[in-house]
């Protein structure tokens, strides 16, 4: 059974830092493209960064472009977010994907505010 647990997420003030993992079991995690997506209250999913399956290509949301950044450990099944200079329009719950095995975790919430 697929499985994605993200973690990490908190209240955190502007101009701070975070970093998201997540955890994946239950397929070749070495295999996959995967991705981070968030979703903030009331307004739809939005991908913020991708990466490939052997880390040689990655891709970022305009809006996140210089500050996140997307990295990986296929040795322990583990994607990182780490994202810096945090600003309250990052406030929204967090999620990991893997597209081609259609699977999301179950979200962290990350909350920028002063």
């Known amino acids: 059974q697929v499985r994605l647990v993200e973690s990490g997420g908190r209240l955190v003030q502007p101009g701070g830092s975070l970093r998201l993992s997540c955890v994946g079991s239950?397929?070749?995690?070495?295999?996959?493209?995967m991705s981070w997506h968030r979703q903030a209250p009331g307004k739809e999913r939005e991908l913020v960064a991708g990466i490939s399956s052997g880390s040689d290509l990655t891709g970022y949301g305009d809006s996140v472009k210089g500050r996140f950044t997307i990295s990986r450990d296929n040795g322990n099944n583990i994607m990182y977010l780490q994202m810096d200079n945090l600003q309250p329009e990052d406030t929204a719950v967090y999620y990991c994907?893997?597209?081609?095995?259609?699977?999301w975790g179950q979200g962290t919430q990350v909350t920028v505010s002063s």
């Open positions: 239950g397929f070749i995690f070495s295999d996959y493209a």
């Open positions: 994907h893997v597209r081609f095995l259609g699977s």
